[in-house]
Nanobody, 125 residues
Framework: VQLQAFGGGLVQPGGSLRLSCTAS????????MAWFRQAPGKERESVAA????????YRTDSVKGRFTISRHYPEDTVYLRMDSLKPEDTAVYYC???????????????????WGQGTQLTVSS
């Protein structure tokens, strides 16, 4: 199983960027795909998660209205569209795949079995 994340970079405040992550090695159609991020000196935190076939999505409060998560089948690719970026969004962004047993579990790192390598986003002028 492999998760490959792409799309990070340097963006000015107020700018936009889209991250993508493709899962391979098995079928993940019944798994939740998610994005987490980790800033220097901080714990890894949930950003957004999406289930399969039009099921519920999750976004942490700090990104609501700015970030959109989507998923493309059958390639098992998850996207994170980020608008109105702020310096506090600067972090390494990780994609993850798992099967949380509850909707509340979407936000917890322990709910996910597979992780990508991370891609750096820096928001700075």
């Amino acid at each position: 199983v492999q998760l490959q994340a792409f799309g990070g970079g340097l963006v000015q405040p107020g700018g936009s960027l889209r991250l993508s992550c493709t899962a391979s090695g098995r079928t993940f159609s019944d798994y939740v795909m998610a994005w987490f991020r980790q800033a220097p000196g901080k714990e890894r935190e949930s950003v957004a998660a999406i289930t399969f076939l039009g099921g519920p999505t999750y976004r942490t409060d700090s990104v609501k209205g700015r970030f959109t998560i989507s998923r493309h089948y059958p390639e098992d690719t998850v996207y994170l569209r980020m608008d109105s970026l702020k310096p506090e969004d600067t972090a390494v962004y990780y994609c993850a795949v798992g099967r949380p047993s509850t909707f509340a579990g979407y936000a917890y790192t322990g709910s996910y079995e597979y992780w990508g390598q991370g891609t750096q986003l820096t928001v700075s002028s």
